[in-house]
C-alpha cells in the first residue's frame, strides 16, 4: 500500500468519522492514527527514518525492501529505522502520542488558565471597555476587532464572542444602526487570532510539526503581523456588507443564557496594565528570544525566561494573581476557575495530541518523500497554496478549524523537513493557519455560536460571516506569498 493511498485512508477516516459517525475529534484523529499506522508498511517505515543521502546509499534491499547490508558509517542510523520498522503499530502511535503531550500539554493548560482569569476577574472586560473610549463610537468596530484579536490569544474563540457580543447588542439598541457591522468586526478578529497566533492549540500544534525549522515565537510574531493584514481585510469587508445588507436586532433566550454564563458583576475590574499583562508577557518574552536568536546573541536569562513553558507559567501566575486581587473572586472561587480551565484545557490537550501522533503516522508513509522530490527550487512557492488549499478541504468538509490545522500540519510539516525550501517554512505554517478559515458553514459549530448569538439565520450568517472568512483567508494566502517571494528570511 503506497504513501498516497495511506494519507487517502488516514483523511477519510477522520471527515467521515466526524460528520457523518458524530465522533467526537479525539476518537476520529485516533482511529485515523492507529489504522494508518497498522497500514503502513515495513519498507516505508524503514525508509521514513533515514535522511535522504542515508535511503541514496541503500544497498542489497531484502524482500520487504530493508537492506541486507548498510554502507560503512550508517550503522547506528539503519539500526535505530530497523528497530522502528519493527515496533508494533500501536506502540508507534502512543510512543508519538506521548511526544504530542509533552510538547504542548503545559502550554495549553496554562492558557487556559490565563483566559478564564481573564474573564473571571473583569480584566477582560477592562481591555475592551478601554480599547472602545480610545477610539470612540465611531471607531467602535475597530475596538471590537482590537479587543477580540488580543483576547483571541489565551482564549477560545466561542468565550471572546459570548463576551464581546452583549457589548455589540448594546450599541446597537443605542445607535439603531450597524448591527452587522459590529458583528462582524468581533468575529474577524478573534477568528483570526484564534488560527494565527500561539498558545492557541491549532497554530501552537502546527509550529510543532516544522520542528527546529519554526519556533513558537516565530510563529507568535508572524501570526500577529499577518493577523493585522487579514483581520484588516475582514474590517474592510465588514464595512461594505453593513452598507449592503441591513440585518434586524432579534433577541433570543439562547443568547441571554450564554451571554449571563460569561459575565460577573462583582466589584471593579482591575487596571488596563494589569489585564494586559498576562497576555503581553509570554509574547514579549518567547518573542524576545527569538529575536535574540535570529541576531545571534545569547542571554541566558533571557534563554531562560523565553521557554514556552516558563513564559507560559509565569503569564498563568500573573492571571490567577489578578483573579485574587480583583476582589471578584475568593478562596474557593479561584480554586474553581482554575480546575474549570484545566478542565476545558485537558480535552483540547487530548484532540492535539491525537492529532500530533496522526501526523506522526503519516510521516511514517514517507508521503513527504514522495512530493518534495516532485517541487524544487523556487517551485517549492507553490507548497505554500498547497498547504492552504489543502487545509481549506479538510475545514470544509469537517467544520473545525484545529482539526483541520492539525490534519494538514501533519502533511505539510515533513514535507518541509524534507525540502529544500527557497524561503521560511514559518510560511507554511501561516498558510496553514490561513487555509483553516474557508469555509464556514453548517458543519461548524461556530457557525451555529454565531447565528444563535445574534438572531441570525443561517443564510445571513453564510452570505455575512462565512464570506468574510473567505475574504479575510485569501488576503492571508497573498500576502504569504508575496512575501515568500519577496522577504523570504532564509
Given at each position: 500500500?503506497?504513501?498516497?493511498?495511506?494519507l487517502?485512508?488516514?483523511?477519510?477516516?477522520?471527515v467521515?468519522?466526524i460528520?457523518?459517525l458524530?465522533w467526537?475529534?479525539?476518537?476520529?484523529?485516533t482511529?485515523?492514527g492507529l489504522t494508518?499506522a497498522?497500514l503502513t508498511?515495513?519498507?516505508?517505515?524503514?525508509?521514513?527514518?533515514l535522511d535522504?543521502?542515508?535511503r541514496a546509499?541503500?544497498v542489497?534491499?531484502?524482500?520487504?525492501?530493508i537492506p541486507?547490508?548498510a554502507p560503512?558509517?550508517?550503522?547506528?542510523?539503519?539500526e535505530?529505522?530497523?528497530?522502528h520498522?519493527?515496533?508494533?503499530?500501536?506502540?508507534?502511535?502512543?510512543?508519538?502520542?506521548g511526544?504530542?503531550?509533552?510538547?504542548?500539554?503545559?502550554?495549553?493548560?496554562?492558557?487556559?488558565?490565563?483566559?478564564q482569569?481573564?474573564?473571571?476577574s473583569g480584566?477582560?472586560?477592562r481591555i475592551?471597555?478601554?480599547?472602545?473610549?480610545?477610539f470612540?463610537?465611531?471607531?467602535?468596530?475597530f475596538?471590537?476587532?482590537g479587543?477580540?484579536?488580543t483576547?483571541?490569544i489565551?482564549?477560545f474563540?466561542?468565550t471572546?464572542f459570548?463576551?464581546l457580543?452583549?457589548l455589540?447588542?448594546?450599541l446597537r439598541?443605542?445607535?439603531?444602526k450597524d448591527?452587522l457591522?459590529?458583528?462582524?468586526t468581533?468575529?474577524?478578529?478573534?477568528?483570526?487570532?484564534?488560527?494565527l497566533?500561539?498558545?492557541?492549540?491549532?497554530?501552537l500544534t502546527v509550529?510543532?510539526?516544522?520542528?527546529?525549522?519554526v519556533?513558537?515565537?516565530?510563529?507568535?510574531?508572524?501570526?500577529?503581523?499577518?493577523?493585522?493584514?487579514?483581520?484588516?481585510?475582514?474590517i474592510a469587508f465588514?464595512y461594505w456588507?453593513?452598507?449592503?445588507?441591513?440585518?434586524?436586532?432579534?433577541?433570543?433566550?439562547?443568547?441571554?443564557r450564554e451571554e449571563?454564563?460569561v459575565?460577573?458583576?462583582?466589584?471593579?475590574?482591575?487596571?488596563?496594565?494589569?489585564s494586559?499583562?498576562p497576555i503581553?508577557l509570554?509574547v514579549?518574552?518567547?518573542?524576545?528570544?527569538?529575536v535574540l536568536?535570529?541576531?545571534?546573541?545569547?542571554?541566558?536569562?533571557?534563554?531562560i525566561?523565553?521557554?514556552k513553558?516558563?513564559?507560559?507559567?509565569?503569564?498563568a501566575?500573573?492571571?490567577?494573581f489578578?483573579?485574587?486581587?480583583s476582589?471578584?473572586?475568593?478562596?474557593?472561587g479561584?480554586k474553581?476557575a482554575?480546575q474549570?480551565?484545566?478542565?476545558?484545557?485537558?480535552?483540547?490537550?487530548?484532540?492535539?495530541?491525537?492529532?500530533?501522533?496522526f501526523?506522526?503516522?503519516l510521516?511514517?508513509t514517507?508521503?513527504?518523500?514522495?512530493?518534495?522530490?516532485?517541487i524544487?527550487?523556487?517551485?517549492?512557492?507553490l507548497?505554500i497554496p498547497?498547504?492552504f488549499?489543502?487545509?481549506?478541504?479538510?475545514?470544509?468538509?469537517q467544520?473545525?478549524a484545529?482539526?483541520?490545522?492539525?490534519?494538514?500540519?501533519?502533511?505539510v510539516g515533513?514535507?518541509?523537513l524534507?525540502?529544500?525550501l527557497?524561503?521560511?517554512?514559518l510560511?507554511?505554517?501561516?498558510?496553514?493557519?490561513c487555509?483553516?478559515k474557508?469555509?464556514s458553514?453548517?458543519?461548524?459549530?461556530g457557525f451555529w455560536?454565531?447565528?444563535r448569538?445574534?438572531?441570525?439565520?443561517?443564510l445571513e450568517?453564510?452570505?455575512t460571516?462565512?464570506?468574510?472568512?473567505l475574504?479575510?483567508?485569501?488576503a492571508?494566502?497573498?500576502v504569504?506569498?508575496?512575501?515568500?517571494?519577496?522577504?523570504p528570511?532564509?
Open positions: 500500500m503506497g504513501p498516497v493511498t495511506l487517502s485512508i488516514g483523511v477519510l477516516i477522520v467521515a468519522g460528520i457523518a458524530r467526537h475529534p479525539f476518537i476520529a484523529l482511529a485515523a494508518v497498522a508498511p515495513a519498507d516505508l517505515l524503514y525508509r521514513s527514518k535522504a543521502a542515508q546509499a541503500l542489497g534491499e531484502g524482500s520487504r525492501g541486507m547490508a560503512a558509517g550508517m550503522e547506528k542510523a539503519h535505530s529505522a530497523l528497530a520498522a519493527g515496533k508494533w503499530f500501536v506502540a508507534r502511535f502512543t510512543d508519538a502520542f511526544k504530542g503531550c509533552g510538547d504542548i500539554a503545559l502550554v495549553i493548560a496554562m492558557a487556559a488558565i490565563i483566559g482569569c481573564l474573564l473571571d480584566g477582560a472586560k475592551v471597555d478601554s480599547l472602545m473610549r480610545l470612540g463610537v465611531r471607531g467602535t468596530p475596538a471590537f476587532a479587543s477580540a484579536f483576547l483571541g489565551p482564549v474563540f466561542d471572546v459570548y463576551l457580543m452583549p455589540g447588542k448594546a439598541r443605542e445607535t439603531g448591527y457591522l459590529y458583528i462582524l468581533i468575529v474577524a478578529g478573534a477568528t483570526m487570532a484564534h488560527s497566533v500561539p498558545p492557541t492549540p491549532g497554530p509550529a510543532g510539526y516544522f520542528a527546529d525549522q519556533s513558537i515565537g516565530s510563529m507568535m510574531l508572524g501570526g500577529i503581523v499577518v493577523g493585522l493584514v487579514t483581520v484588516s481585510a475582514g465588514a456588507a453593513n452598507r449592503r445588507w441591513e440585518i434586524p436586532f432579534r433577541e433570543s433566550e439562547w443568547a441571554s449571563s454564563s459575565h460577573h458583576e462583582a466589584g471593579p475590574p482591575p487596571s488596563l496594565w494589569l494586559l499583562f503581553i509570554p514579549v518574552l518567547i518573542g524576545g528570544q527569538t536568536e535570529a541576531m545571534e546573541r545569547d542571554l541566558p536569562a533571557m534563554r525566561l523565553g521557554d513553558n516558563i513564559a507560559l507559567i509565569l503569564s501566575g500573573a492571571a490567577v489578578l483573579l485574587i486581587r476582589k471578584r473572586q475568593a478562596g474557593g479561584v474553581e482554575v474549570g480551565a484545566l478542565s476545558s484545557g485537558g480535552i483540547i490537550i487530548l484532540i492535539t495530541a491525537a492529532g500530533s501522533a501526523g506522526s503516522v510521516k511514517d514517507n508521503i513527504a518523500e514522495l512530493i518534495s522530490n516532485s524544487e527550487g523556487r517551485e517549492t512557492i507548497l498547497i498547504a488549499l489543502v487545509t481549506a478541504l479538510i475545514r470544509s468538509a467544520g473545525s484545529t482539526v483541520a490545522m492539525i490534519t494538514a500540519g501533519g502533511m515533513p514535507i518541509a524534507g525540502t529544500e527557497s524561503y521560511s517554512a510560511y507554511l505554517a501561516l498558510a496553514i493557519g487555509g483553516s474557508p469555509i458553514w453548517a458543519n461548524d459549530s455560536v454565531i447565528g448569538m445574534t438572531g441570525m439565520t443561517p450568517t453564510f452570505k460571516v462565512s464570506m468574510m472568512m475574504v479575510m483567508s485569501l492571508g494566502l497573498v504569504l506569498v508575496l512575501g515568500a517571494w519577496i522577504l528570511l532564509v
